[in-house]
């Protein structure tokens, strides 16, 4: 596509994406990595709830209905919310790398407006890594898993260590999180192995 910066592109010496062999297998429920995150957590009343799955490959696949709550124009969803969706959509290939990776940078697309009530059929995938950074896409499609594409995103992902929670979020609440014995996806995701 036009316009595109060279941030996102691959360097020629990046490598292929490699699934690890603890993640989660294909089609498998991945959970939210935290209950009060806008994107994925049961514990915020408007968030986005978005649900993902392992897919194959380094890809993981989800599903986000749009509510009165996100809306931008009357009856549309807003732009930043879409945003939202492909940005936690991503963030979860983090589980198929076991690897914990935020986000550096995303350019997203808009190519369909999406109405409130549509289910957004969420794809995502890494197309290549490159020491500590993971280059991935987004698509967003409305009206069916093949349904036409409203949204697209290419970002690129940093893996970070747990520290980077602890030191720049609250810690009390991280270390709230680890020891949350109901919390054991979330635990997993704090033990990835370097
Ligand atoms: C509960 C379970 C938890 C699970 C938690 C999972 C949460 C998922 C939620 C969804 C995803 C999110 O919204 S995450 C939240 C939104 N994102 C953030 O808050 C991130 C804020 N930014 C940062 O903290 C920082 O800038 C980092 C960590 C991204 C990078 O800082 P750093 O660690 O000091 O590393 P740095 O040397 O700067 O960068 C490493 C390499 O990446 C490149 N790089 C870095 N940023 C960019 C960029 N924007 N565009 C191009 N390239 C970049 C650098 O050039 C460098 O390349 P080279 O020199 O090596 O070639």
């Not at 592109?9 to 990046?14: D, K, L, Q, S, Y």
């Not at 292929?16 to 514990?43: M, N, S, T, W």
């Not at 979860?92 to 986000?103: D, E, P």
């Not at 992902?157 to 014995?181: M, S, W």
Request: some cysteine.
């Amino acid at each position: 596509m036009s316009g595109r910066t060279t941030a996102l592109t691959p360097p020629p010496e990046a490598g292929p994406p490699v699934r690890h062999p603890d993640a989660p297998a294909p089609g498998e429920l991945i959970g939210a990595h935290y209950e009060y995150c806008f994107g994925c957590g049961g514990g915020v009343p408007h968030g986005l709830h978005v649900e993902a799955r392992a897919g194959e490959g380094v890809s993981i696949t989800a599903e986000f209905r749009v509510k009165e709550a996100h809306q931008g124009a009357p009856g549309l969803a807003h732009g930043g919310v879409l945003a939202t969706a492909l940005d936690e959509t991503l963030g979860s290939l983090g589980w198929m790398l076991r690897v914990i990776a935020v986000t550096g940078r995303l350019e997203t697309d808009y190519l369909l407006p999406v109405p409130v009530d549509a289910v957004l059929h969420l794809r995502a995938e890494v197309t290549a890594v490159h020491g500590r950074k993971i280059y991935c896409t987004a698509t967003g499609r409305i009206g069916g898993p093949e349904g036409p594409v409203a949204v697209h995103a290419e970002a690129l992902f940093i893996e970070v260590k747990v520290d980077h929670f602890i030191e720049n979020g609250r810690p009390a609440e991280i270390q709230a999180t680890l020891a949350n014995p109901d919390q054991v996806k979330v635990a997993r995701a704090f033990e990835v192995n370097p």
